[in-house]
């Protein structure tokens, strides 16, 4: 069975950075397309960022400039580098593979952010 695992989470004061990664071990996603989501406590889980197999990416307006989505090599199928992170941004972090026929899901990593 596909899976996708999170890891880069963490905790930081405002400002600071992260970069997470999310690794698929025995599967390639290149035919998918990837995508950052997140979900805040007691909120929805809503997309942050996503990229194409053609490489169009996309994010929300509140992360332009300050994230940047790219596809990894080897394991690693996708990386979310997170920069000037500001509190509205703690969320459990989900990497997700958004396939023809299937839509895949890693079971999250924290990230959090304090003034």
């Known amino acids: 069975q596909a899976q996708l695992m999170e890891s880069g989470g963490g905790s930081v004061q405002a400002g600071g950075s992260l970069k997470l990664s999310c690794a698929s071990p025995g599967w390639n996603f290149h035919l998918c397309t990837m995508g950052w989501y997140r979900q805040p406590p007691g909120k929805e889980r809503s997309l942050v960022a996503k990229?194409?197999?053609?490489?169009?990416?996309t994010y929300i307006s509140s992360v332009k400039g300050r994230f940047t989505i790219s596809r990894g090599s080897g394991r690693i199928e996708l990386i979310l580098e997170m920069n000037n992170l500001k509190t509205e941004d703690t969320a459990e972090y989900y990497c997700?593979?958004?396939?023809?026929?299937?839509?895949?899901w890693g079971q999250g990593t924290q990230v959090t952010v304090s003034s």
């Open positions: 997700a593979a958004l396939c023809p026929i299937e839509t895949y």
């Open positions: 990229i194409t197999k053609d490489g169009d990416i």
